[in-house]
């Protein structure tokens, strides 16, 4: 399923010019311009707001429909996932725990 | 070079040695997440040199799959990016005195490990003239072990067959990055809510439901923010 091609490349621009100007927004002009404290705190609550909202739909839908249960391998895997990244913080096991629940359930569900 | 400098290009390299485990492989993951996703090899390659943002590449590559318009997986890079906002407003009064081809450098090499380990060891005034040496060091470790491990995975990644579902790997990766960002109530509060939204939302056209579940996430964070201590006190 190769991408169409201007369309990435057009992504990475886009993202090589968004992940160079966050890092140098303050580091470049070099002047001690200062954080209010209610934007750190937006920028502190965005990140993990963006992951949330990009994995729970990942995870918790098939085939475009709403679907939590055993027999969707995603969500099973994404559980196990966010079970191992609390107890170990390891993004290894993480990874690995989550792929093999997944690769299980459809063994499973066939 | 000065000896100063290489002691110090060497602390740092010495130092992020440690975050080592941890890089290598996120970016193997994130490697045969990006061929996996669509991405030729040389476009995954571009991406891990030019961007070299491991969250942000995770994070577009399910909403590629999804075949999201660009504007959206911009914004969401961006929003991701955020963090590195305010790592610029940190460092910036360290390495001001930098000419600044070396400001361009020490920005576009900036990673979450490095920064928390200069974080906490220099002050803006301490006088050290050195610690951009430090923090050099340290970055370009992290910057060769990430292209590496990325390198190794794009090229892996051709290799696997596409029923192992590979792709979902950068989803549960960014699981795995989500969890160290919960370190209060609030922002676990902002970040349910936004995985809320972002479910009931979902069937909303251009992927808005990703966009507005980011920023209900955001306002339940600072509303909890601003109601938790008094909530507090009134249990105590």
């Known amino acids: 399923m190769e991408a169409e091609s201007w369309y990435v490349w057009t992504l990475i621009a886009g993202m090589a010019a968004i992940a160079f100007f966050t890092r140098a927004v303050f580091i470049l002009p070099g002047s001690h311009l200062r954080l209010p404290p209610t934007a750190e705190r937006v920028l502190r609550y965005a990140p993990a707001a963006a992951l949330m909202a990009i994995v729970v739909p990942d995870i918790a839908m098939a085939h475009g429909v709403f679907s939590i249960s055993i027999e969707n391998p995603r969500f099973v895997g994404g559980l196990v996932a966010f079970a191992l990244a609390v107890s170990t913080r390891s993004i290894l096991a993480t990874i690995v725990g989550g792929m093999l629940a997944l690769t299980l359930v459809r063994q499973f569900t066939g | ?236």
Request: net charge positive.
């Open chain 2, 1 to 236: 070079m000065q000896r100063e400098q290489i002691s110090a290009l060497r602390e740092g390299a010495l130092a992020s040695a440690a975050l080592l485990v941890g890089i290598v492989p996120w970016g193997i993951v994130a490697g045969v997440a990006m061929v996996s996703a669509g991405l030729s090899q040389a476009q995954a390659v571009a991406m891990s040199v030019l961007v070299f943002a491991g969250t942000a590449q995770l994070a577009v590559l399910p909403l590629l799959i999804a075949k999201a318009p660009l504007w959206v997986m911009v914004a969401t890079a961006l929003v991701v990016n955020l963090r590195y906002v305010i790592y610029s407003a940190v460092l910036a009064p360290h390495f001001e005195h930098l000419p600044r081809p070396w400001r361009v450098l020490l920005s576009y090499i900036t990673v979450d490990g490095v920064f928390a380990l200069f974080a906490a060891r220099f002050q803006p005034d301490d006088g050290n003239r050195h610690k951009h040496w430090y923090f050099l060091g340290g970055s370009l470790v992290m910057w060769c072990a990430w292209q590496l491990a990325s390198w190794i995975g794009i090229f892996a990644g051709a290799m696997i067959p596409a029923e192992w579902s590979l792709e979902f790997a950068s989803t549960l990766g960014l699981i795995a990055l989500l969890i160290p960002l919960l370190f209060d109530r609030a922002v676990v509060w902002g970040a349910l809510a936004a995985g809320g939204v972002a479910l009931i939302a979902a069937k909303l056209p251009l992927n808005l439901g990703l966009l507005a579940a980011i920023a209900v996430g955001v306002a339940v964070g600072l509303a909890v923010a601003r109601l938790g201590p008094r909530k507090e006190e009134g249990r105590v």
